[in-house]
């Protein structure tokens, strides 16, 4: 079973930091897609299962943002 679950993230602003907070939620057990658009400052993330928010938490913070929440 698949699911996709949208996140709002703050600072993208650019191509770069799509790629960057995607790159990053790729690495998260279970995520089979991103995709992240910094002008609605809004991420769509597939995957297999539900996932742990708090894992997806610390992906955009290490990429450099902020997670607010689910969307």
Do not use: W, Y
């Not at 703050?10 to 279970?30: D, I, N, Q, R, Y």
């Not at 597939?46 to 997806?56: G, I």
Request: glycine share 12%; aromatic share 2%; with cysteine.
């Amino acid at each position: 079973m698949s699911v996709t679950i949208g996140f709002a993230v703050e600072g993208m602003s650019c191509g770069h930091c799509e790629k960057t907070v995607s790159a990053e939620l790729s690495g998260v057990p279970g995520v089979t897609g991103v995709t992240a658009d910094a002008k609605a400052g809004r991420v769509a993330v597939s995957a297999e299962h539900a996932l742990d928010e708090e894992l997806v938490r610390r992906a955009v913070d290490e990429a450099g943002f902020t997670l607010v929440g689910r969307v």
